[in-house]
Each structure stands twice: as structure tokens, then as C-alpha cells.
């Protein structure tokens, strides 16, 4: 991850409106509003001086958010911030439409919705979503979303930045607020005991 330098220009989950992932019950209630909701579009924020590929075989990688456009109109946002709620940098849950906030960071937004991975999901109904929150030093981070659609997954985790000489090749998916992986195949994730139970 970066810092923009310019204070002006932090992203911070007051700006992106953040659900308050301190209080469970919050993040659970937001997550359940996407329940039985459909998938109209999706969305890569990817840092612009990014020129790598963010797709392989199974999964793809991005670094600064992933943003789901969905039915009712609400979004289900997966956003690295610099400052959270633990006054540290951390991924964070907003359900509104952040796309121009996310102008303040050096930010190029991807329409991903027709890439091949993503292509099966458009227009299914969301039949379930789990999520997992971990404390570290008494601070809850969320580390990973799990969609169903239509008895296909897709999860979204948090991990440390992989390196990008070794890719396609995954060493591990150890949680860090640093990096995202979209998983589309549940083997990566067994493989590296990292699926959602």
C-alpha cells in the first residue's frame, strides 16, 4: 500500500462512511442487507501506476477496493483505508456509492463485471454471506466476505501484498490489511486454510 502524502487526501472510514466494525451487530446488519439482493456490476479500485494483471487462474488480486453494485441500490464496498477505526490503515465495509471518493487516492476504477470469473455471478440473487472478524490487540478487522450466488462462491480476504514475481504462484494467505485477493475457487482456499467454515 501508499500513503497520498497530502493529509487532505487520506481516506479515512468517517469519509467513506464505514460500518463500525467494533460493533458486530453493525457489520452483521449491513452484510445482511445485501441478502437475497442481486449483483447489477462490479468493481476494481486499483492504484492508476498499477500496470500489473489482476487476474488468474482462480482468483485476482487488488489492492484498494472492490465495489459491488447491487439491486436495492446500496453497495457492498471492500475498501482499504489509510486511517480506520483503529487509527491505523485497515479494510473496511461501506454500503454506499464511494466511486468518486475514491478520487482522492491516485485511483483507477475497473469494471470487472465481464471478466469471465466474475461474468456468473451478474444478475444472481446474493443466497447467503458469511464474514469473519478478527481482534488484534483488542481492534476487530474484518479478514474475509463469502458470497453464494446461485450455489457458486466467491470470497473476498485480506492478506499480505504477494509477490508479484512469484505470480501466479500464492506462498500463502496469511491475514494483513495490506492486500485483497478475490477467490473464485474454494481449492486455493483450502489449500491454504483460509475458507470460511
Not at 500500500?1 to 497530502?6: A, D, E
Not at 492508476?48 to 494483471?53: H, I, S
Not at 471492500?78 to 454500503?95: K, L, Y
Request: hydrophobic letters at 40%.
Amino acid at each position: 500500500m501508499y500513503s497520498c502524502g497530502n493529509q487532505a487526501e487520506i481516506i479515512t472510514s468517517e469519509y467513506i462512511e464505514a460500518v463500525d466494525l467494533g460493533d458486530k451487530n453493525l457489520i452483521s446488519e449491513a452484510l445482511n442487507s445485501v441478502r437475497e439482493q442481486k449483483i447489477e456490476k462490479v468493481y476494481y479500485g486499483i492504484a492508476n501506476y498499477q500496470e500489473r494483471p489482476y487476474g488468474f487462474d482462480g482468483f485476482h488480486l487488488c489492492d484498494l477496493a472492490v465495489l459491488i453494485k447491487l439491486s436495492n441500490g446500496k453497495w457492498l464496498n471492500w475498501v482499504w483505508v489509510e486511517e480506520g477505526f483503529s487509527q491505523t490503515s485497515e479494510i473496511n465495509i461501506a454500503t454506499n456509492d464511494i466511486q468518486n471518493k475514491l478520487n482522492k487516492w491516485p485511483t483507477k476504477i475497473l469494471d470487472v463485471s465481464e471478466s469471465i470469473d466474475w461474468k456468473g455471478f451478474i444478475g444472481g440473487k446474493i443466497d447467503s454471506i458469511q464474514f469473519k472478524i478478527i481482534d488484534i490487540n483488542g481492534d476487530n478487522y474484518i479478514s474475509d466476505i463469502r458470497l453464494t450466488v446461485n450455489n457458486n462462491h466467491v470470497s473476498i480476504c485480506a492478506i499480505e501484498e504477494p509477490d508479484p514475481y512469484k505470480l501466479p504462484k500464492l506462498d500463502g494467505l496469511a491475514y494483513s490489511a495490506n492486500w485483497t485477493i478475490v477467490v473464485f475457487n474454494d481449492k486455493i482456499l483450502e489449500k491454504h486454510n483460509r475458507i470460511i467454515k
